[in-house]
């Protein structure tokens, strides 16, 4: 299984993919983003399984898994991390954190 996720980006969307999974988010003007999760028959049941025992609902565990590898992604890979840099968030949104999150792991140690 790869775990190599490529990005492709359009006006309207951004389309995460690897060889398991696409994950389209759709950029509207709303401020949530509608996203279309396409996955074979016996992951998606799997996922719901899932998530009914857990008792989660099944988007908010795969915008947790999501939001967490981007996270994770975004201090790894500096391509990512330039494209986080470069973008004006609203102050206190999750990417408006994550930006001032990466420029201060960024600033160099002044230890005297």
């Known amino acids: 299984m790869h775990n190599c996720w490529m990005i492709i980006c359009s006006n309207s969307y951004v389309l995460f993919r690897n060889s398991?999974?696409?994950v389209r988010i759709i950029f509207t003007e709303a401020f949530l983003k509608r996203i279309n999760f396409s996955m074979s028959d016996e992951c998606a049941q799997l996922l719901k399984s899932v998530c009914a025992l857990k008792g989660i609902n099944q988007g908010e565990w795969i915008y947790e898994c999501v939001r967490a590898d981007f996270h994770k992604r975004a201090f790894e890979d500096k391509q990512i991390q330039q494209i986080v840099l470069a973008g004006?968030?609203?102050p206190?949104?999750?990417a408006y954190s994550l930006k001032k999150s990466i420029q201060e792991a960024n600033k160099p140690c002044?230890?005297?």
């Open 20 to 22: 398991q999974y696409r």
């Open 88 to 90: 004006t968030y609203q």
């Open 92 to 94: 206190g949104s999750n």
């Open 110 to 112: 002044l230890d005297i």
